[in-house]
């Protein structure tokens, strides 16, 4: 590719490759026009359902076909995320913005993959960049700040703190009468029926006393015999 001509035009040095630089310039530059043939492998704008793992994997096999099978797949993929770095760290040179007056940096030629590569411009996000000590957001960002006007004008039409507080004060018995209301109109519980009392036997009253006056043994024998003939006594009645 020609040089670039012009003091206001900004070159960058390629590596130069000292043997067989013909033949890896061809193999990258095959590489790049594969890839943007296949936006899945490249465009994180895509949904994800189109650039998935398995599509990638696909798209892959047919870039290490589209090579006859000369590289591996791992030699292509690293060789492509190299060229990708490389594209974004020159881009990020290229377009920086050198103000009137500084001083002159040393003019170097443009990597000589960048004009191939310029389909990654729209895919990739801008980064903030930093201009005479003052940070400059990208077009992205400043859309997601609200400017100082806006603000301003913002504060200007507030109500009084006053006003507010009253209108807070308001809602909020508001809605505690709300929720008094809720509760009253909530059917109370229905009072149980109290249970009859159950009359008990003075003979059985009687018995109980006379167990309480004796020693835990004879007691337990005693009630072990009264059960046994009260049980027998009254089979014919269960």
């Known amino acids: 590719m020609p040089d670039n001509e012009g003091d206001s035009q900004i070159d960058f ?3 130069v490759v000292p043997e067989q630089s013909d033949v890896v310039y061809e193999v990258e530059e095959l590489l790049a026009t594969f890839v ?3 936006p899945p492998l490249w465009d994180s704008r895509l949904p994800l359902s189109r650039r998935s ?8 096999l047919e870039i290490f076909k589209e090579f006859s099978e000369q590289f591996s797949i791992e030699f292509l993929q690293r060789k492509w995320r190299n060229m990708r770095d490389t594209f974004i760290k020159v881009k990020g040179e290229v377009e920086s913005y050198i103000p009137s007056g500084s001083a002159t940096k040393k003019r170097k030629k ?13 895919s990739i996000i801008p980064r903030k960049t930093s201009y005479s000590g003052f940070e400059v957001l990208s077009p992205t960002a400043l859309k997601n700040c609200s400017s100082p006007s806006t603000s301003v004008e913002k504060t200007g039409n507030s ?3 006053a006003e507010s507080d009253r209108r807070k004060a308001t809602g909020k018995k508001n809605v505690d009468q709300a929720i008094l ?9 229905k009072p149980c ?4 009392l159950q009359t008990v036997n003075p003979i059985c009253l009687r018995i109980s006393d006379l167990l309480d006056k004796m020693s835990q043994r004879e007691k337990t024998l005693l009630e072990i015999k009264l059960l046994s003939q009260a049980y027998e006594g009254s089979k014919e009645f269960l």
């Open 53 to 60: 793992k398995t599509v990638r994997d696909g798209l892959w």
């Open 159 to 161: 109500e009084p703190a």
């Open 181 to 189: 209301s809720m509760i009253d109109s909530i059917p109370a519980n």
């Open 193 to 196: 029926p109290a249970q009859p």
């Open 36 to 38: 943007q043939q296949r």
């Open 110 to 122: 443009v990597w000589k993959y960048y004009e191939i590569m310029c389909f990654l411009k729209d």
């Open 13 to 15: 040095e390629s590596e």
